[in-house]
């Protein structure tokens, strides 16, 4: 072989090998960043949506259109929204697929709905009317495509103000000739009324802690481990334990499958809390909590202003846990 012939098959051949080389090193290496990405997943963040309450808050002559909710949640950032029921304008198949659209081409999740119904009452009619409504609300939300709906027990009704009520820390008398054993047979024989709805419909209920029978998480883990269904879990209202309400809070994150987070920026309504979300977040996060951390903003500044900055404190915290 000549030289010419020689040098040019050497220059083939280091080619070749350089170029097998190569593919293995890279093989290698895609192998190892696999190896790395199993070992360590990116790390996943609660989505935070924002009730359409935070931009109303009852306040007079100020309640918003859901639809207006809808887009000013998507402006400021938002993953998702919970729609509190009786903001509705109204309960018309087309109107709930309007809304459903609405969210859909502003990039949002229509994530929770917020309900009010009330079992604690020694009148069977009543209690079936509530019933009835919780069975329409569950309907409606199949309807807008919503996961799950927040659901109370209701109180006594024997504090007829809920500013007096708010006054006396939640706290109310029973109804004269009763007490609180009556009132949990009605809400859970209430409760299972509704579960078979629950279920064909795909919503999953979820107890608050709101007052009445459910003002403590010790009432409201009795309702849900009695009735033991897996259409009815908790929703956590983190402002809604007055009181001490870190250990409040954990006793109820297993059954957890979603969250109410209060702010209360220009002094609270009715009330103010001093939530720590850093800890609150890191506390979900050890029971594996992965759900909506939907914001309820709750205090007398301008929502326009206080509501972004609520979203930002939320993100912090929980991307942070």
Not at 292 to 300: D, K, P, R, V
Request: proline share 5%.
């Amino acid at each position: 072989m000549d030289r010419r012939r020689f040098s040019k098959v050497l220059v083939v051949g280091s080619a070749i090998t350089g170029t097998t080389m190569l593919r293995r090193a890279s093989a290698q290496t895609t192998q190892e960043e696999v190896a790395t990405s199993s070992a360590s997943p990116p790390l996943r963040r609660n989505p935070i949506a924002v009730s359409t309450y935070s931009f109303w808050r009852f306040k007079k002559d100020s309640k918003l259109s859901i639809e207006r909710c809808i887009d000013e949640a998507a402006r400021m950032g938002f993953d998702g929204v919970e729609i509190l029921h009786i903001q509705m304008e109204s309960e018309e198949p087309g109107y709930l697929q309007r809304l459903k659209q609405r969210a859909f081409v502003n990039g949002l999740d229509l994530c929770g709905f917020s309900t009010h119904q009330g079992f604690v009452s020694p009148d069977e009619e009543k209690r079936q009317q509530n019933i009835d409504k919780t069975i329409k609300t569950i309907e409606l939300a199949y309807q807008l495509g919503i996961p799950t709906m927040r659901v109370n027990t209701g109180r006594w009704g024997t504090t007829k103000s809920f500013d007096a009520l708010m006054a006396n820390r939640g706290i109310e008398p029973t109804l004269p000739g009763y007490d609180d054993e009556d009132g949990f047979k009605w809400v859970i024989d209430s409760l299972e009324k509704c579960l078979p709805t629950a279920e064909k419909c795909g919503v999953t209920l979820g107890l608050e802690n709101h007052w009445g029978l459910g003002r403590t998480p010790e009432g409201v883990l009795r309702i849900v481990n009695a009735i033991d269904s897996p259409w009815l879990q908790c929703t956590l209202d983190t402002g809604n334990f007055l009181e001490d309400p870190y250990d409040k809070l954990e006793q109820m994150a297993p059954k957890t499958v979603f969250v109410q987070a209060k702010t209360y920026y220009g002094g609270g309504l009715w009330y103010e809390l001093d939530l720590d979300y850093p800890r609150i977040a890191k506390m979900l996060k050890k029971h594996n909590y992965g759900g909506y951390i939907s914001l309820e903003f709750e205090g007398e500044a301008d929502w326009q202003k206080a509501i972004p900055k609520s979203l930002a404190l939320l993100r912090d915290a929980f991307v942070a846990s």
